[in-house]
């Protein structure tokens, strides 16, 4: 068993989602980072180590230490947020593993909306980056999905130093590294500066993950923990709007809803409006921080959480509804003007078209009604003239419009509800900002 600090709850939250390629070494990493914090004890890492031996998955058997927590979970439920968590001296850190699978990419957006930090983990094996990065491998996807769904900084982690294939060579690091660092840069709008970090490790050995390795004297950073102890808070102050997006919801005594808390804090008792329906008034009967599942009656910005509600029964929510203060509701709607940029489609798209928006931890259908200019991507000038389509790689204002009400806000007043990504026949086609929201009838 894992026990928590009593001073746990008083740390900074901070959520860590680990993307990249399938097989890249994801698990691997998030499982090591356990145990080099005493999350899963020699015994626990024996026995899977014996599991892993009997099902011929020996070097699998790190990555097992994320089920730990899906043992306990509540009855089998599938608790998506917080998978695993781990503590240092001065942070919790709530790990969020996503799939790296193509038709997992879906529910990687639920779970990187949750996230401050992407680490983006690349395999240095012979071979492997080239198929995770330039093969159509979900590397770029997934780099792309983290900035959209508003990933401050991701670490860039070129894992599998320790292979034959590499063995800690600094030229094969830096080839890698050159390779991610313009389209991070130019495709995915991270600033090199200020949001990119990249470092070497080996997910499997531990090394480079908490303590600097001898292997590798070239790289004279930290090492991954320590460097991210040393990132700046991220999170909202305490008296801005509550702002709880729901991700998950299910039945069990009650209505019970899981979600990361964006902004403003919640306490035992508290009365809140379940949006987009201002008329769902609900009161919070019990609090309790996720994954770790500790009862609380307070809670602040960036942590997850799972809520008892009173007022609403469990069909009568969706994920993607908002939980917030009465005092001050959130925006719901249909209509919305967003500007978008087409990343991947065969086809021009025309008014009339339609795809999947992803918006927090919404998913709606949508249509684009109208194109409303076209935007040059470089001087940010609009079209005089409507377009009739729009096509890859070009920037468009449209308006959209969704099959049912959602809740959303501009990106400038609220950037975690304002920002999307549109889907269609499983592919990732356009990013977007929402600029304005249409009143009905408009
Ligand atoms: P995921 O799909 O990204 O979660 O990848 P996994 O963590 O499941 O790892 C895929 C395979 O790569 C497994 O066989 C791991 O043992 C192996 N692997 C992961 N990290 C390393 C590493 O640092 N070095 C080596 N040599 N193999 C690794």
């Given at each position: ?99 790296g699978h193509k038709s997992y990419v879906p529910n990687m957006i639920g779970e990187a909306s949750q996230a401050d930090v992407a680490v983006l983990v690349i395999s240095a094996r012979k071979g492997e980056f080239e198929t995770g ?128 808390l964006e902004s403003g804090s919640i306490c035992k008792g508290q009365q809140l409006i379940m949006m987009p329906n201002s008329k769902h008034v609900v009161e919070v009967l019990d609090l309790y921080h996720m994954p770790q599942d ?149």
């Amino acid at each position: 068993m894992v026990t928590t600090p009593p001073d746990a709850a008083r740390k900074e939250h901070v959520s860590v989602v680990f993307i990249g390629h399938v097989d890249a070494g994801k698990s691997t990493i998030a499982g090591h980072i356990m145990y080099l914090t005493g999350m899963v004890d020699d015994r626990t890492l024996e026995k899977y180590k014996e599991k892993a031996k009997e099902k011929n998955r020996e070097s699998w058997y790190l990555s097992w230490a994320l089920d730990i927590n899906e043992e306990e979970r509540d009855k089998g439920k599938t608790v998506e947020v917080g998978r695993a968590y781990f503590e240092t001296e001065k942070k919790h850190y709530n790990i969020l593993d996503a799939p790296g699978h193509k038709s997992y990419v879906p529910n990687m957006i639920g779970e990187a909306s949750q996230a401050d930090v992407a680490v983006l983990v690349i395999s240095a094996r012979k071979g492997e980056f080239e198929t995770g990065f330039e093969k159509g491998g979900q590397t770029q996807e997934h780099a792309i999905l983290a900035k959209t769904v508003g990933v401050k900084h991701i670490i860039v982690l070129i894992n599998k130093m320790d292979d034959p294939t590499v063995d800690w060579c600094h030229e094969r690091y830096e080839e890698c590294k050159e390779k991610l660092l313009p389209f991070l840069k130019r495709k995915v709008g991270f600033n090199p500066k200020k949001d990119i970090h990249f470092m070497p490790c080996s997910g499997l050995t531990g090394a480079n993950l908490k303590e600097p390795t001898k292997q590798c004297t070239w790289y004279t950073g930290l090492p991954l923990i320590p460097y991210l102890d040393t990132l700046a808070n991220f999170n909202a102050s305490n008296d801005g709007p509550v702002r709880l997006p729901i991700l998950d919801k299910y039945n069990d005594r009650g209505t019970i809803v899981l979600g990361k808390l964006e902004s403003g804090s919640i306490c035992k008792g508290q009365q809140l409006i379940m949006m987009p329906n201002s008329k769902h008034v609900v009161e919070v009967l019990d609090l309790y921080h996720m994954p770790q599942d500790e009862e609380t009656v307070h809670a602040t910005p960036g942590e997850n959480l799972r809520l008892r509600l009173k007022g609403i029964e469990e069909g009568e929510i969706l994920p993607g509804f908002i939980l917030c203060n009465a005092e001050n509701l959130c925006h719901a709607g249909c209509t919305f003007d967003a500007r978008i940029e087409i990343l991947e489609h065969k086809s021009i798209i025309c008014p009339g078209y339609n795809a999947v928006l992803y918006i927090h931890t919404c998913v709606e259908d949508v249509q684009i009604t109208n194109l409303i200019c076209l935007v040059d991507k470089k001087s940010s000038e609009k079209s005089k003239t409507r377009p009739r389509f729009v096509k890859q790689d070009q920037e468009c204002i449209v308006r959209l419009r969704t099959a049912r009400v959602i809740c959303l806000e501009t990106f400038r007043d609220f950037p975690q509800m304002g920002r999307f990504t549109l889907r269609d026949e499983g592919k990732t086609i356009a990013r977007g900002i929402v600029l304005k929201l249409v009143p009905e009838r408009d």
